[in-house]
């Protein structure tokens, strides 16, 4: 069956650490991935989008890779903060002929210590 | 708007109430999206509109469900007899495009069915 799936547990960190989250996926040959954040009662915020033909995509702080061999991305926040504190989730679109619909993994939640 | 702008925020309904919600996406955005979001889930989606045609509506949980944007700008998303099961949040992207492009998300509207 298709599966997206992100850590369950929640991360704990200290701040100025980088934080990794990971998606791994099952049975999709996914057009491109995703990752948003999200704060309670609030909808995802976008951040990234890395395509299958891209190893890595950066943004700041924020790095993102995409191993479509391993079935794998991963999401890395380098000197977090508090205020990185969030839900992230990742995203991928199934195929090119999908209409861009996301399926999301089901979130990993970060806590940023100080 | 500046933003997808939802309506109502929050919606208590009991069991076997009709219910409209309704998102305003960005302006000139042509893909709109709803997603359903349980608590401690991801987004599941729903249903996918390209301008005013309905493109995929293969996540809509049951023929009580019905969604429509008939002038390819604001959308609304009904339910009819509402039940328990039913409760959660329902939240509506937009996106300039289909596939490539980040989604901008609503805050959502909480349904509860009591």
């Known amino acids: 069956s298709q599966k997206i799936e992100q850590n369950s547990e929640a991360l704990n960190i200290q701040e100025g650490k980088t934080a990794t989250l990971t998606c791994n996926y099952t049975?999709?040959?996914?057009?491109?991935l995703q990752w948003y954040r999200q704060d309670p009662g609030r909808g995802p915020v976008f951040l990234l989008l890395i395509r299958e033909n891209e190893k890595e995509k950066r943004k700041e702080r924020l790095k993102v890779t995409f191993d479509t061999t391993l079935k794998q991305s991963l999401f890395h926040i380098t000197a977090s903060q508090p205020a990185d504190s969030a839900t992230y989730l990742c995203a991928l679109v199934p195929s090119y002929n999908q209409g861009g619909k996301l399926i999301f993994g089901q979130g990993t939640e970060l806590s940023v210590k100080p | 708007g500046a933003g997808v702008s939802q309506s109502p925020r929050y919606k208590v309904a009991k069991r076997g109430q009709d219910v409209a919600l309704r998102c305003d996406p960005i302006?000139?955005?042509?893909?709109l999206f709803w997603y359903q979001q349980a608590l401690g889930q991801g987004p599941e989606f729903l249903t996918y509109f390209q301008n005013e045609a309905q493109l995929d509506k293969s996540g809509l949980p049951s023929d009580r469900f019905f969604a429509e944007r008939p002038e390819g700008s604001v959308s609304t998303l009904k339910i009819q007899r509402t039940q328990q099961e039913d409760s959660a949040v329902y939240l509506c992207?937009?996106?300039?495009?289909?596939?490539?492009?980040?989604?901008?998300f609503g805050s959502g509207t909480r349904l509860t069915v009591v």
């Open positions: 302006s000139g955005h042509v893909s």
């Open positions: 049975n999709y040959s996914p057009a491109y």
């Open positions: 992207a937009s996106s300039l495009e289909q596939g490539g492009y980040g989604y901008t």
